[in-house]
């Protein structure tokens, strides 16, 4: 068997190296390994902006080096297409005006230098039909656009957020503008006190927002579904939003919320004394984590910033909270009964779905605590509270069948010791009748 083993791999090898000898003296390519990183683009054997650019050194050869990663250079754009000029030029002529030439785009210019290609359907279809080619549209009608166009030039446009030399995608997550990053982005100009100074604009929503709960989910969780700046205030028409939009802004995510508010006595009471929908009570930029305690009418609860415990108001907040507590003393009995009838061997399974649809009441009734409804919040409760209990008995019913089970067991283990003490007397007198015969 080995002797014919051999018989066989030779050939194999031979028709091997004959192949390769074959491939190579006729052209053929030669399959080699992928390597394991993608190559930096280089630049056209043309392109004299890159090469003397590298060329010089210093600060001079920094774009030209870091060009590579640049998400233009990568679909086939040269410097020439922002920077204008000649780049198959050989010498400085490559940089005359007469040739196109703009050098270093002035801050005015940007949007629509960015826009020839942004703003052009058919120039973006050819790279990636997804991308929104009213951008540039977008920005004017900004408060950054409209201070530019008035003439300020320290507002933020197109490289302040998406950066140069090189661009990155979007989804390249060294991007200044890659979700994760986009609040420190923004930070750069609205958290520099001597930068907004002019502007009368507070600088501490970064601080806030980083102390949030969307803060906390995007930049400490990793959360990319958590809203960053861009989300609530908009990316290239960035705005504050106003008293009438915030509702729907927040409602991007929370649009259960804003429609149980949209039905409650509170949204006439807001539009008349102008106050916002959502940030009136959660806070903007430094939303925490809702709690129960906000709930109520004393202590820190929200409510009491408007309502006296006396007044109706509270008193409904007051029963709301009230009720939200039974409901968790209620849940919190069963998870204690069926946790204990389960450490002790019972299979609880038959407790959890109820327990579970206990927990979905519990958090429904929260939930509607935005409609201002005492009935729908009571209603949530009650269903919450008898599945609760539902769950609670089934934990007792383990606990019984235990009880069951150790009481059986007693018996059984009573009786085994009779029978053996018999038995032992048992032995114990055959050897005595055995002698005295």
Do not use: Y
């Given at each position: 068997m080995k002797h014919s083993g051999r018989l066989v791999v030779v050939p194999l090898v031979v028709a091997g190296v004959w192949l390769l000898a074959v491939q190579t003296a006729w052209g053929a390519p030669v399959l080699t390994p992928r390597a394991a990183t993608p190559r930096p683009v280089p630049a056209p054997p043309s392109d004299t902006c890159v090469n003397c650019h590298r060329a010089l050194g210093g600060r001079l050869a920094e774009p030209a080096l870091k060009i590579a990663d640049d998400i233009h250079v990568r679909r086939g754009f040269t410097c020439a297409a922002c920077h204008g000029g000649d780049p198959t030029a050989a010498g400085m002529e490559s940089m005359d005006p007469a040739r196109g030439f703009v050098g270093r785009p002035k801050a005015a210019d940007l949007p629509a230098l960015c826009g020839k290609c942004h703003s052009s359907p058919e120039i973006m279809r050819r790279f990636n039909p997804r991308t929104p080619t009213d951008q540039a549209a977008r920005f004017l009608t900004s408060v950054h656009g409209q201070r530019l166009r008035a003439g300020d030039t320290k507002v933020a446009t197109c490289t302040s957020c998406h950066g140069v030399h090189p661009i990155l995608a979007v989804s390249d997550s060294r991007s200044p503008v890659f979700p994760g990053n986009v609040p420190a982005t923004c930070a750069r100009c609205h958290a520099d006190a001597a930068y907004m100074r002019p502007y009368g604009v507070p600088t501490g929503q970064y601080a806030e927002y980083q102390a949030s709960v969307h803060g906390d989910a995007l930049l400490k969780r990793g959360n990319r579904q958590a809203p960053a700046c861009n989300d609530c205030h908009g990316n290239h028409g960035a705005v504050p939003p106003g008293v009438a939009s915030v509702a729907n802004v927040c409602a991007q995510c929370h649009a259960s919320q804003r429609d149980l508010f949209a039905r409650s006595p509170h949204r006439a009471a807001f539009q008349k004394a102008s106050l916002t929908q959502c940030t009136a009570c959660h806070d903007d930029h430094g939303i925490r984590r809702p709690t129960d305690d906000m709930v109520g009418a004393t202590g820190r609860a929200i409510c009491a910033q408007?309502?006296?415990?006396?007044?109706?108001?509270?008193?409904?907040?007051?029963?709301?909270?009230?009720?939200?507590?039974?409901?968790?003393?209620?849940?919190?009995?069963?998870?204690?009964v069926v946790a204990t009838a389960e450490n002790l061997g019972i299979d609880m399974i038959e407790a959890k779905l109820p327990l579970s649809d206990a927990r979905t009441q519990l958090t429904l009734a929260r939930n509607l605590v935005h409609s201002l409804s005492l009935r729908e919040v009571q209603t949530a409760v009650t269903v919450g509270a008898g599945l609760s209990r539902k769950a609670e008995d089934f934990g007792h019913a383990g606990l019984a069948e235990i009880e069951y089970r150790r009481r059986g067991l007693g018996v059984t283990l009573a009786i085994l010791a009779v029978l053996l003490i018999g038995l032992i007397l048992k032995v114990r007198a055959v050897p005595e009748t055995a002698e005295g015969g």
């Open positions: 408007c309502h006296t415990a006396e007044s109706q108001g509270g008193q409904a907040a007051a029963t709301m909270r009230q009720s939200l507590e039974a409901l968790k003393g209620s849940i919190r009995t069963a998870e204690s």
